[in-house]
Each structure stands twice: as structure tokens, then as C-alpha cells.
């Protein structure tokens, strides 16, 4: 079945280091993987996005990547900050049209730590 | 806009109990969805709904039941309660790509 697999399950480092998150689909018709950053007691907020057909997108001090042939895409952070603190979960799906109904296959999450 | 809100935040439960967790957006969005979190699997969708009227199953549907009656409503049920069922639920919608989480309910069934 569809299954996305997520590492590292913790991470841990310094403010004003780099963090990167790295995700792995199986299901090679997948076109659109978000993701999403949990802070403690609320529910999950999309922070980037992209999809199949760029190979990356920058948004300020955060990057995804896409590797379709590897089935690989990974979460960039630069000069972390304290406030990146959370969980971070990566998810893949298959869009099949511009607007519709996603359904999201999630990793297991990542617990982001950044220490001053 | 308040966005998605769930109700209850917290609840307890027995085993062989039943409850309704009640979920609502006012953004006028199509697509809503029932998820649950577990420690270490990430979030599992249990059910969906493309439109009012409409229900579709998920991964982990199993001992729930839902219904969209109305738009901005989507209820999730459970008949009886079972400890594997102590989780965190979140429902989420969405009109395009991105979905929008509520806060989460937390349950605990005894």
C-alpha cells in the first residue's frame, strides 16, 4: 500500500544551525507532498508545499526538494531559531485534478529541537 | 473566521461507551476530513467527505461512523468505545490542495 517513511524521529540542534528533514514515498504517481509543522497542543499547519512537477521551492529561511526518481523530498531550515521548535510531518498524495480531494499519506513526524 | 473547531477538547470514556465528536469550519469548504494521532504513525485518516450528503472511508475506519448533514458540520461517532481507541482527532478541510487542522480533541478510553 501507499506508505511514506520519515527521518530523522528527532532531531536536535543549535540556534542558527541548518536542519533537514528527509521523507521517502512509495507510490509513484504521487504529485503533491506538503508539509506541515505541529506545535505542542494544536493542530498541524502547512508551512511548504510543492509539487511533481518542480524540483524545488524556497519560502524565506524554509526549502523542500524533490527527487521523483529517487522518490525522495526533504525539508530545508536555515538559521534555525528557537521558535522552529515542533513537530514537522511530511505527507504525499495523488492530486487528480486542480481542485479536489486530496488524500494524505503522512510520515510519522519529526521532533524539531533548536537550542539558544 | 474561527477556521476548523472541534468540540470537545478533552473527554474520557469508558469501554463500551459512545460519543459524538463534532467538527466546523466556516470557510465554505467542500472537503472535510477525520484523522487521529498516534505516538510514532502520524496522522491515519478514518473518514472523509467530498460534499454535504457524502462519506467516504479512510485508512483506519473501524469502529467509527460519520455524517455530513450539513456543509460546515462533520460529525465523527463512536458506538463503543475501546481502549484502542485513546488517541488525539483531528478533523481538517479544505477547498483545493492545502487542508486546515482544527485544534484537536483529546480521548481517553478506559
Known amino acids: 500500500g501507499e506508505n511514506v517513511e520519515q527521518h530523522p524521529s528527532t532531531l536536535s540542534v543549535q540556534e542558527g544551525d541548518s536542519a533537514v528533514i528527509k521523507c521517502t514515498y512509495s507510490?509513484?504517481?504521487?504529485?503533491?507532498f506538503p508539509w506541515y509543522k505541529q506545535e505542542l497542543g494544536k493542530g498541524p499547519q502547512l508551512i511548504i508545499d510543492?509539487?511533481?512537477?518542480?524540483g524545488e521551492k524556497k519560502d524565506q529561511r524554509i526549502a523542500v526538494t524533490l527527487n521523483k526518481t529517487a522518490k525522495h523530498f526533504s525539508l530545508h531550515i536555515t538559521e534555525t531559531q528557537p521558535e522552529d521548535s515542533a513537530v514537522y510531518f511530511c505527507a504525499a498524495s495523488r492530486r487528480r485534478r486542480e481542485r479536489g480531494y486530496n488524500k494524505l499519506i503522512f510520515g510519522a513526524g519529526t521532533r524539531l529541537a533548536v537550542h539558544p | 473566521n474561527a477556521g476548523v473547531t472541534q468540540t470537545p477538547k478533552f473527554r474520557v470514556l469508558k469501554t463500551g461507551q459512545s460519543m459524538t465528536l463534532l467538527c466546523a469550519q466556516d470557510?465554505?469548504?467542500?472537503?472535510m476530513y477525520w484523522y487521529r494521532q498516534d505516538p510514532g504513525m502520524g496522522l491515519r485518516l478514518i473518514h472523509y467527505?467530498?460534499?454535504?450528503?457524502?462519506?467516504a472511508k479512510g485508512e483506519v475506519p473501524d469502529g467509527y461512523n460519520v455524517s455530513r448533514l450539513k456543509k460546515q458540520n462533520f460529525l465523527l461517532g463512536l458506538e463503543s468505545a475501546a481502549p484502542s481507541q485513546t488517541s488525539v482527532y483531528f478533523c481538517a478541510s479544505s477547498l483545493r490542495a492545502e487542508q486546515f487542522f482544527g485544534p484537536g480533541t483529546r480521548l481517553t478510553v478506559l
Open positions: 470557510m465554505n469548504h467542500e472537503y
Open positions: 510543492i509539487r511533481s512537477n518542480v
Open positions: 507510490d509513484s504517481a504521487s504529485n503533491y
Open positions: 467527505s467530498v460534499g454535504e450528503g457524502t462519506t
